[in-house]
């Protein structure tokens, strides 16, 4: 192969822009043809640039060139020498990506999805945003071990309190923010089956519940099931008196069918609700709703309940008026 070119990815204005490559073709500088975007492989979205091909014959319809081997040829050499002058960023330029990590990123990661013999060339050297505003690789954040999670965040504002409890241990968090990624993230997991991504929300390490077994029935009542999935966590005296979690798993499939429910032109609909209730037994309330027959515990209970789902997501309109009507009654 003998052709020179320049290509570049276009600043994104906004999420929602045209992912369709634009290549133009020139013979010797004389222009062949324009947005053949079969000279560009088809997992380099929203690729744009020139190819100035001197052994392509000058004389070539449009249809020719979408269907010549020469013109795959071209396609597969590009995409090698894009992962090539990825890696060389990451290991010589690294400052560079980083500063165009978000304009760049959503094309690398379908990249890695579309074309497996790319993304085994530039996997290792993907990058992921901390919420602390610095760039890691899924081995730098591991730590060179083999095998472990990575803590993720979907949005810093509404799961603000599940981070500062990461953040106070010392754990670090990803951003995994976008449609793309929440995909990008089972594939990563698929290459490299010791590594597991998992939300800050989706679980806590769960305590003794000596002692605290009488005020499971209490928070059964609160929560309106009979068999309500609870757990008894340690969160320190001034953390929540309890949590919502939802198993890793149990949401990413909830996600999917949701997603799969309206792409398929139907309304959504409600999953199985696998919601847990991880009750903080350092809490004073909790202490006090186990070791006293206080007056309105249920009331309290039901209020500690709502509290947890504020923190977890938006109140429905019925939730938000009892909320509210629980306030100024135990105040």
């Given at each position: 192969?003998?052709?020179?070119?320049?290509?570049?990815?276009?600043?994104?204005?906004?999420?929602?822009?045209?992912?369709?490559?634009?290549?133009?073709?020139?013979?010797?500088?004389?222009?062949?043809?324009?947005?053949?975007?079969?000279?560009?492989?088809?997992?380099?979205?929203?690729?744009?640039?020139?190819?100035?091909?001197?052994?392509?014959?000058?004389?070539?319809?449009?249809?020719?060139?979408?269907?010549?081997?020469?013109?795959?040829?071209?396609?597969?050499?590009?995409?090698?020498?894009v992962a090539d002058k990825f890696n060389y960023l990451f290991n010589n330029e690294r400052?560079?990506?980083?500063?165009?990590?978000?304009?760049?990123?959503?094309?690398?990661?379908?990249?890695?999805?579309?074309?497996?013999?790319?993304?085994?060339?530039?996997?290792?050297?993907?990058?992921?945003?901390?919420?602390?505003?610095?760039?890691?690789?899924?081995?730098?954040?591991?730590?060179?071990?083999?095998?472990?999670?990575?803590?993720?965040?979907?949005?810093?504002?509404?799961?603000s309190y599940y981070l500062n409890i990461f953040e106070e241990k010392g754990e670090k968090?990803?951003?995994?923010?976008?449609?793309?990624?929440?995909?990008?993230?089972?594939?990563?997991?698929?290459?490299?089956?010791?590594?597991?991504?998992?939300?800050?929300?989706?679980?806590?390490?769960?305590?003794?519940?000596?002692?605290?077994?009488?005020?499971?029935?209490?928070?059964?009542?609160?929560?309106?099931?009979?068999?309500?999935?609870?757990?008894?966590?340690?969160?320190?005296?001034?953390?929540?008196?309890?949590?919502?979690?939802?198993?890793?798993?149990?949401?990413?499939?909830?996600?999917?069918?949701?997603m799969y429910s309206i792409s398929s032109g139907g309304s959504a609909f409600d999953m199985?609700?696998?919601?847990?209730?991880?009750?903080?037994?350092?809490?004073?309330?909790?202490?006090?709703?186990?070791?006293?027959?206080?007056?309105?515990?249920?009331?309290?209970?039901?209020?500690?309940?709502?509290?947890?789902?504020?923190?977890?997501?938006?109140?429905?309109?019925?939730?938000?008026?009892?909320?509210?009507?629980?306030?100024?009654?135990?105040?």
């Open positions: 192969l003998n052709f020179k070119g320049v290509l570049y990815i276009p600043k994104r204005k906004n999420g929602y822009e045209s992912t369709e490559s634009e290549i133009r073709l020139f013979y010797n500088s004389v222009f062949v043809a324009d947005n053949i975007k079969e000279a560009c492989p088809e997992h380099l979205a929203n690729f744009k640039g020139v190819l100035d091909c001197p052994e392509l014959p000058l004389n070539v319809s449009r249809s020719y060139l979408q269907n010549d081997a020469y013109v795959r040829k071209i396609a597969s050499h590009i995409s090698k020498k400052e560079t990506l980083e500063k165009n990590w978000a304009d760049i990123k959503p094309y690398f990661e379908y990249g890695c999805m579309r074309d497996e013999k790319f993304g085994d060339r530039i996997r290792n050297s993907m990058l992921f945003e901390q919420t602390d505003g610095k760039f890691v690789t899924a081995d730098e954040y591991l730590n060179g071990k083999d095998e472990g999670e990575i803590f993720y965040t979907t949005d810093k504002e509404s799961q968090v990803v951003i995994l923010d976008s449609v793309i990624d929440s995909s990008f993230m089972q594939y990563f997991e698929s290459k490299n089956s010791k590594i597991k991504f998992k939300r800050i929300d989706s679980g806590f390490d769960s305590e003794n519940a000596e002692g605290f077994e009488t005020i499971t029935s209490l928070f059964n009542e609160a929560i309106g099931k009979e068999d309500a999935k609870i757990s008894f966590v340690s969160l320190g005296i001034d953390g929540a008196a309890a949590l919502i979690s939802i198993p890793e798993e149990d949401r990413r499939f909830n996600d999917m069918m949701r199985p609700n696998s919601e847990e209730l991880a009750i903080n037994v350092d809490n004073p309330v909790i202490k006090k709703l186990k070791d006293e027959n206080i007056q309105n515990a249920k009331d309290i209970a039901r209020h500690v309940y709502l509290s947890a789902v504020l923190l977890s997501r938006t109140l429905t309109a019925d939730e938000a008026k009892e909320f509210i009507s629980l306030n100024n009654k135990l105040l």
